[in-house]
């Protein structure tokens, strides 16, 4: 069965998140994007995706952070996103592996330690879907771009 192809935006979400001033209702149709559009819609529904969560989310520990860093061997930037408490976690390792007092853990390694945190943020993420509409829309339409996204390059 073919999935959802046409996603209609009001135009309050469009206004915010793809700077358009129209005053009707636009509809985006998934199926006539390219990858690279449907990479750069992500990326803007993303941002406002974790800008919602974070105003809402009420533990500063769960935010969502965003941070460009340029990967080693490479010129060209990249954005990585991620929750505070991985951030600050893995500050702590790092420092304490330079001081000597604990060996360098890799992602999966504080992944794991972290799941206790990665439950209470999924928890939050659901409870603000419930609280608020927009957030709520906002995840739908994330989740039919990136599996059209998926689809097409699979």
């Known amino acids: ?24 209702e636009e509809q985006i149709v998934i199926e006539d994007m390219s990858p690279t559009q449907l990479r750069a819609e992500i990326a803007k529904i993303q941002k406002e995706y974790y800008r919602v ?15 460009k860093y340029m990967p080693t061997g490479s010129n060209i930037r990249k954005e990585s996103c991620e929750p505070q408490f991985v951030i600050d976690r893995r500050g702590r390792n790092v420092a304490d592996a330079q001081a000597y007092t ?9 992944q794991n330690e972290l799941s206790t945190e990665f439950q209470a943020l ?3 993420i659901n409870a603000v879907a419930k609280e608020s509409k927009y957030f709520s829309e906002l995840s739908s339409i994330l989740g039919a771009l990136q599996e059209r996204l998926k689809e097409i390059t699979n």
């Open 1 to 24: 069965m073919r999935k959802l192809a046409l996603i209609s935006l009001p135009a309050f979400l469009l206004t915010c998140l793809f700077s358009t001033a129209h005053a009707a």
């Open 53 to 67: 969560f974070n105003l809402i989310n009420t533990d500063d520990k769960l935010d969502i952070v965003c941070q």
């Open 122 to 124: 999924t928890d939050a």
């Open 102 to 110: 604990d060996d360098l853990r890799t992602t999966q390694e504080l």
